[in-house]
């Protein structure tokens, strides 16, 4: 960045934040390409109903955040600009495709499991305990007679 101009021309103190800026601008431009390269109902075609929501929301996202960086640069406050809003509804969809994957993801009662659990740690009346340890105690014992 520092060759295309003399370097009077903007501080040198911001010269290494330039350089990050252009190498972002470089990188963000080459994933922008690939997305543009292959066309968007191949990408949809191979993802669930879910993950194409979360697609079309992080490309909205996207887009709308560098209309964003275009206003500032332009010298437009963004803040009084609708876009604020855009990103705000857009950032609500992202909640909600959130809170359908964490629900996804949380653990499920198993019923039966849950049932069989239950069933065994309940309390069993001691005269039924008392009949099945003295059935099994003279079992298998001799008994004398004299």
């Known amino acids: 960045m520092a060759d295309d101009g003399p370097s009077e021309d903007y501080p040198t103190e911001i010269e290494e934040n330039l350089n990050d ?8 431009q080459n994933m922008v ?13 191979k993802l669930d109903p879910l993950d194409q929501a979360k697609l079309d929301l992080m490309s909205a996202y996207a887009l709308n955040s560098m209309f964003w960086m275009y ?13 604020k809003q855009e990103l705000e509804r857009i ?47 003279h079992k298998g014992k001799h008994i004398r007679f004299s």
């Open 33 to 45: 390409q690939t997305l543009v390269s292959v066309s968007r109902s191949d990408h949809l075609l």
């Open 91 to 137: 950032r609500t969809h992202m909640n909600k495709v959130k809170e359908i994957t964490d629900k996804r993801k949380a653990a499920r009662l198993d019923k039966n499991a849950a049932s069989r659990f239950v069933r065994n740690a309940l309390w069993e009346p001691e005269d039924k305990k008392r009949k099945d340890t003295t059935e099994h105690s």
């Open 71 to 83: 206003l500032v640069t332009q010298g437009v406050n963004p803040k009084d600009h609708a876009i």
């Open 21 to 28: 800026f252009d190498s972002s601008v470089s990188s963000v």
